[in-house]
């Protein structure tokens, strides 16, 4: 399933805080088509490392290649610009606005009059309308009703729908499941390998690690800002992963030095 | 009806019926005369620039104390250029010394992650310091050249029997409210006040937004005081004092939050509408002067409750 070159690749990442040392020397490549479980405790610089790839921090040192070339400037916008989309536990929506505002936030569809950029509302209702009967919101909430009154699955779904909806590359998922009723969680996971079958590139950070195991081909396992283990599903039982996680990589560099 | 009811000038409209009610009641032949609502509507229109561009500024959860020394400055610049430049050079000039006002203003609370409330107090002091320098404290006129200069006439006159400002607040009023509510620029400004976390995330550079509001208020200060002089073209060096908490007021009071991500352009003009009124109803009525400005802050305060209480009926978290 895999891509000889990966689609985003990371090497040698460093990124300081002030004094504090937030991802520590962090190697590690993705692919097309792959689907990864990142875990790790909290604090351990899962989220850290995500937001760097979606252009929210910018690393202190090391370098980040997409589809082989290097990431220069880091900016959300250029992200979202190369197909990187990230959905985050609690951003991402305005509550103040609409359901179709949210949607096309930042890329908003216009019609031109005179020239000027108006907003398309015809466009933005009818196709946040569809993506979010698809997936699933109450059947009384409509495009124009603002966030604000949307259930914590809601929530999401329309995030994940507005990342389908763009035909993205990578899908960045964090935490994508929690608040989520158990329905929910399974239409979030379902819809997580979907993405990935469809050739994109999918990365899943949860404490989860059953749930991981579960769906993910490959998972990257991080502790205290660095990366401790990187394992294909098949080579580790979830309990194995776990114990991993519980010895803080521990494990690993033991079953190396064997 | 649903969208209006839902908007936040809806609170303001409900507040300016029951003013009008009051006001007729207390006060049917002093308020209901040619006189009153061309003076009312008149001083509406000059505070009503002032509290518009406040408002956009607000939404996205910033604030611009400068407005009044900005509405001066402008005012100044305009009147005492103008020997030199003529009337149309010295309103460009005037226009450009205001964007630039609220262009370094931006620059300093965007860029230098300071407080806005601090940056604009600052620029308060320092327009107002300037204004006092340019003047030497003296009183500037137009020559009656240039008071019957085509240009002061469009801006300051009387068109088709209607005062020139309230016909201008109508264009840039409608002009402002389709942009903030009709393209992606109203959008995202709305967005960065609401949650400039996820604004970004969307790839919505707040920045550049911020910095466009402060301008577009500057610049809307600047108008205003123009507006005013073209009517009455003489200089005070107190020109707009004090203008910045009645611009607020406004906008507050017409449903604007200070939280941001919240506020109209039509409720800015109400609340304007509702701060001059308040004015000169007490005036008129023979309450000491002095009262005013006590009235405002029991105006401004009630609305507030008010407006929370209608957020709250209407669903919104604020």
Request: hydrophobic share 50%.
């Amino acid at each position: 399933m895999t891509n000889t070159h990966p689609l985003i690749q990371v090497k040698n990442l460093d990124l300081h805080f002030g004094a504090f040392h937030a991802l520590k020397n962090v190697s590690v490549d993705f692919h097309a088509g792959e689907l990864i479980g990142l875990v790790g405790d909290n604090g351990a610089g899962k989220t850290t490392l995500i937001r760097v790839l979606c252009g929210i921090y910018a690393p202190s040192s090391g370098e980040v290649f997409f589809d082989g070339k290097k990431i220069e400037k880091f900016h959300p916008k250029l992200a979202i610009d190369q197909g990187i989309e990230t959905i985050q536990q609690s951003v991402g929506l305005c509550d103040n606005l609409s359901i179709a505002r949210n949607f096309y936030l930042g890329r908003e569809p216009v019609k031109r009059i005179l020239g000027i950029p108006f907003l398309d509302f015809a466009k933005m209702r009818e196709k946040s309308t569809r993506v979010i009967r698809q997936f699933g919101l109450r059947d009384n909430v409509s495009a124009d009703d603002e966030v604000e009154r949307l259930s914590g699955g809601e929530r999401q779904s329309v995030k994940i729908g507005r990342a389908v909806e763009f035909m993205n590359r990578v899908v960045i998922m964090d935490e994508p499941t929690n608040h989520l009723s158990v329905r929910e969680r399974e239409h979030v996971n379902e819809l997580a390998v979907q993405l990935k079958e469809q050739g994109l590139l999918v990365i899943y950070i949860t404490h989860d690690i059953f749930q991981v195991h579960k769906l993910a081909d490959r998972v990257v396992i991080m502790e205290n800002g660095a990366k401790v283990a990187d394992a294909s599903t098949d080579a580790m039982t979830a309990e194995e992963l776990e114990e991993v996680i519980r010895q803080g990589g521990r494990l690993v560099e033991k079953r190396e030095a064997v | 009806m649903k969208q209006l009811v839902r908007s936040q000038g809806f609170g303001a409209i409900i507040g300016v019926v029951a003013m009008l009610v009051v006001f007729t009641l207390i006060d049917f032949s002093g308020w209901w005369t040619n006189q009153t609502v061309a003076n009312v509507s008149q001083f509406t229109a000059i505070l009503a620039f002032v509290a518009m561009g406040q408002a956009l500024v607000i939404m996205t959860k910033e604030i611009d104390l400068s407005v009044g020394s900005v509405y001066g400055l402008a005012g100044v610049a305009f009147i005492t250029l103008e020997p030199a430049l003529g009337v149309p050079g010295s309103f460009v000039l005037a226009l450009a010394i205001a964007a630039l006002v609220g262009f370094l203003q931006a620059i300093a609370v965007v860029k230098g992650e300071l407080p806005s409330m601090i940056v604009t107090l600052g620029g308060l002091f320092a327009a107002r310091g300037i204004i006092y320098v340019w003047t030497g404290g003296s009183v500037h006129n137009f020559s009656p050249a240039a008071r019957s200069h085509p240009m002061t006439r469009l801006l300051g006159g009387e068109l088709f029997g209607i005062d020139a400002a309230i016909l201008w607040l109508i264009t840039v009023a409608a002009i402002l409210g389709l942009l903030l509510w009709a393209t992606p620029f109203g959008n995202r400004l709305l967005a960065t006040g609401g949650s400039r976390e996820s604004a970004e995330s969307r790839g919505v550079r707040t920045d550049r937004i911020k910095i466009a509001a402060f301008i577009l208020c500057s610049l809307l200060a600047g108008f205003a005081g123009i507006l005013t002089l073209c009517n009455q073209p003489q200089t005070h060096v107190t020109l707009g004092e004090n203008m910045e908490l009645e611009a607020i007021a406004a906008a507050v009071i017409g449903g604007c939050l200070l939280t941001g991500g919240r506020g109209s352009i039509l409720g800015a003009i109400l609340g304007a509408l509702i701060v001059v009124s308040f004015r000169y109803e007490l005036i008129a009525l023979g309450a000491p002067s002095s009262w005013y400005i006590t009235f405002i802050g029991a105006v401004l305060i009630v609305a507030v409750i008010f407006n929370q209480k209608l957020a709250r009926f209407l669903g919104h978290s604020a």
